[in-house]
């Protein structure tokens, strides 16, 4: 009788044990501004959560949401550009 646990190991890999694809880590690298920005936003507002904003808390929250802003609209241009292009 053969014995077939090697087989099913393959069979029944876990997708959380593989490594990331070459365009999973493209598409990483495309969002870095928006996840940079949106941890620089999140930095803003844990600062400020232990006392009362003062102006200097209320301008870098200000200007850190501007900057999650930005960088989400710079994708979506690029994302609708590179769609015309590839269309």
């Given at each position: 009788?053969?014995?077939?646990?090697?087989?099913?190991?393959?069979?029944?890999?876990?997708?959380?044990?593989?490594?990331?694809?070459?365009?999973?880590?493209?598409?990483?690298?495309?969002?870095?501004?928006?996840?940079?920005?949106?941890?620089?936003?999140?930095?803003?507002?844990?600062?400020?959560?232990?006392?009362?904003?003062?102006?200097?808390?209320?301008?870098?929250?200000?200007?850190?949401r501007?900057?999650?802003?930005?960088?989400?609209?710079?994708?979506?241009?690029?994302?609708?550009?590179?769609?015309?292009?590839?269309?």
């Amino acid at each position: 009788m053969k014995h077939i646990g090697a087989v099913q190991a393959v069979v029944t890999a876990d997708f959380s044990d593989r490594e990331p694809t070459a365009a999973e880590l493209d598409a990483i690298e495309q969002e870095m501004p928006v996840i940079l920005a949106g941890v620089e936003l999140l930095d803003a507002q844990i600062n400020a959560l232990d006392r009362t904003p003062n102006e200097l808390d209320t301008r870098r929250i200000r200007r850190a949401r501007r900057r999650v802003l930005a960088a989400r609209r710079e994708l979506a241009n690029r994302s609708i550009t590179l769609a015309e292009v590839g269309a």
